[in-house]
């Protein structure tokens, strides 16, 4: 875990393009070879970030229905919806590093942070026993939601006023948007 936290503080700070493994090295106080012990590249490191926030992820939704009553399939989605922009937005400079190496030509092309099949399988159901969706419309909006809220925060953060004192929160201001697309009155 001290290399992934290491490897998201340095592409938090340089990016993920400029980011190098012996950058990554540096701040965690480690020699650079034994980063390689461990990770090809930046990538698979920049791979176990993802698989870290996917653990958080199904940790929090499995708690989230788990915890609710089946009746409120819809209290289960805004909470984690409200959930994940937190998590997001504490995140943000992390998120835009990667967020750019997956719209980069060569890099993931948005493939890492939409498989998750097993949230977006909870998602599509939670969505569909509130009446929100129609399964039948073609649209994965279980895989949907976690990519708008992802690419809403980097898009959000990227374009905000440096030192912009807003009464509106990032995590706020993505929430609210990631529910309107979805038809869902945030405050119900």
């Not at 290491?6 to 400029?18: I, L, Q």
């Not at 493994?21 to 070879?33: F, N, R, T, Y």
């Not at 399939?73 to 994940?84: A, K, N, T």
């Amino acid at each position: 875990m001290q290399i992934i936290n290491a490897a998201s503080a340095v592409f938090a700070k340089k990016g993920f393009p400029t980011a190098r493994m012996s950058d990554v090295a540096e701040e965690a106080g480690i020699a650079q070879g034994t980063i390689y012990r461990f990770f090809e590249s930046k990538e698979d490191i920049a791979l176990a970030l993802f698989a870290v926030g996917e653990e958080a992820c199904r940790t929090e939704l499995t708690r989230l229905i788990e915890e609710t009553p089946a009746d409120q399939p819809l209290r289960v989605v805004r909470e984690y919806v409200q959930w994940y922009a937190h998590y997001l937005a504490r995140r943000r400079e992390v998120v835009v590093a990667l967020f750019s190496w997956e719209l980069d030509p060569v890099g993931r092309h948005g493939t890492d942070i939409g498989e998750r099949p097993w949230i977006a399988e909870r998602l599509s159901e939670l969505l569909d026993a509130a009446g929100v969706t129609d399964a039948s419309a073609g649209v994965d909006f279980g895989r949907l939601v976690p990519l708008t809220l992802y690419g809403f925060t980097a898009l959000a953060h990227l374009y905000r006023t440096p030192g912009e004192d807003s009464k509106v929160t990032l995590e706020q201001t993505v929430a609210d948007i990631t529910l309107r697309v979805l038809g869902i009155d945030a405050w119900d």
